[in-house]
Structures are given as C-alpha cells and as structure tokens.
C-alpha cells in the first residue's frame, strides 16, 4: 500500500465549450480496470448519441495499468493528451472520459489535443484533487486524571483525533502515519511519564484537499 498518493476527490463532470462543440469530462476514481471499464461504458451508454466518447485512465502504485482510447477522433489528438494530464497531476486509480458533442467546426490536430487536454484540465480544477495519506488508528488507554492533558495535547498535535471511549479506563484514539508510529508511541509515554498504553489497530486512508 502506497503511504501517499493523489486521486480525484469526487465523482463528477464539467463542460466546456469550444468552436461550438461541446466537451464534458466525466470522472471517477477507479482502484481496479473493471471499475474504469464499467465506469467508461455507463458514459457511453448514457450519451449513446454524442459524436465521440474519447477515455483514460491510471491505475495501480506504479500506474502499471494505463489505457488510452481517441474513440473515433484522429489518433493521438484524444486519449493521450487527456492521458498526459492525469500523468502531470500525479493523479492514481482515476478515470477520465470526454465526451464531444460535434458543433460543425473542425479544430484541427493541434486544436483537437489543446481542447481535450484543456477539457480533463479544466475539469479537475472543478471537482477537486485530494492527497489519501496511509495511517494506523492507535488506542491509547489512560487513566481518566490524564485524559485533560492528554486530549489538549492532541488536539494541539499534528495528530488527528479520531474518538475518545468510555470504560473503566479513558482510551484516545488517534490517527497516526506509518511512518511515525514509533514517534507516537515515544511521545505519549513521555507525556504520560510511561503510565499509557497504545496499541495498533487498522490501516486506514485519510483524505486532505491536494
């Protein structure tokens, strides 16, 4: 699992408009190529009667899957410039599909690969880019005459608080990166003077805003 990557917040589409033709790109995160190939074939089916339905998309820790389709338009004028700007995003498991509705103008190659590289461009601008960072919920159990210097520290922490349970004992739980769990650990028996006990529990990806 990757400790960090970049993919599309939301599912969603944009318009533009360009020499009257119109361009929709259509997105969707897909962390396997069923799901982009289902996700292409739905925008197909629901616009059966548009001029082209041009796709790509990134799949994979290594984008080892990648798939680039002009549907039609001039080869290389579609697909791949849409291709290239999930690649310069640094977007993963995403998929994209620009859908064309002919206006009666033709644009040429080099206005082809601008107005479908600028459609996907344009297009994430609108629907947002999140970074999914790779994290661990840690417990940590104390007793309940911490719990109000535990929880200030927390809060004022790079850690993300996740909940607070009741029992016997108060247990914290927080949200802590793979790469700091041992700094987490160090921090509150230091804070606790070693009267703390933290245990590991799922893996889990939180979602920020890229």
């Given at each position: 699992?990757l400790?960090?990557y970049?993919?599309?917040?939301q599912?969603g589409?944009h318009?533009?408009?360009?020499?009257k033709s119109?361009?929709?790109s259509?997105?969707?995160?897909?962390p396997?190529?069923?799901?982009?190939?289902?996700?292409i074939?739905e925008i197909?089916?629901?616009h059966?009667?548009?001029t082209h339905?041009c796709?790509?998309?990134l799949?994979g820790e290594?984008?080892?899957?990648?798939?680039?389709n002009?549907?039609g338009e001039?080869s290389?004028t579609?697909?791949v410039p849409?291709?290239?700007v999930?690649?310069?995003?640094?977007?993963?498991?995403?998929?994209?599909?620009?859908?064309?509705?002919?206006?009666?103008?033709?644009?040429?190659?080099?206005g082809?690969?601008?107005?479908y590289?600028?459609?996907?461009?344009?297009g994430?601008?609108?629907?947002?880019?999140?970074?999914?960072?790779?994290c661990?919920t840690?417990?940590?159990a104390?007793?309940y005459?911490?719990l109000?210097?535990?929880?200030?520290?927390?809060?004022q922490?790079?850690?993300?608080?996740?909940?607070?349970t009741?029992?016997?004992?108060?247990t914290?739980?927080v949200?802590?990166q793979?790469d700091?769990i041992?700094?987490?650990?160090?921090?509150?028996?230091?804070?606790?003077?070693?009267q703390?006990e933290t245990?590991?529990?799922?893996?889990?990806y939180?979602?920020?805003?890229a």
């Amino acid at each position: 699992m990757l400790a960090n990557y970049k993919t599309v917040k939301q599912s969603g589409s944009h318009e533009i408009v360009i020499q009257k033709s119109r361009f929709i790109s259509h997105f969707k995160r897909t962390p396997t190529e069923q799901e982009a190939l289902h996700f292409i074939q739905e925008i197909k089916k629901n616009h059966w009667n548009a001029t082209h339905n041009c796709s790509a998309y990134l799949i994979g820790e290594t984008d080892h899957i990648q798939k680039a389709n002009d549907d039609g338009e001039p080869s290389g004028t579609a697909g791949v410039p849409m291709l290239e700007v999930l690649k310069k995003r640094g977007l993963k498991d995403t998929t994209v599909v620009v859908t064309r509705y002919f206006g009666g103008i033709k644009l040429g190659a080099g206005g082809l690969i601008r107005a479908y590289g600028g459609s996907v461009s344009e297009g994430l601008n609108q629907i947002g880019m999140v970074n999914r960072t790779l994290c661990y919920t840690m417990a940590t159990a104390i007793d309940y005459t911490w719990l109000g210097k535990i929880e200030n520290e927390i809060r004022q922490s790079s850690y993300p608080l996740k909940e607070i349970t009741y029992a016997d004992s108060v247990t914290v739980h927080v949200f802590v990166q793979s790469d700091q769990i041992n700094a987490y650990k160090d921090w509150i028996t230091e804070l606790t003077n070693g009267q703390a006990e933290t245990t590991q529990g799922k893996s889990v990806y939180l979602e920020t805003d890229a």
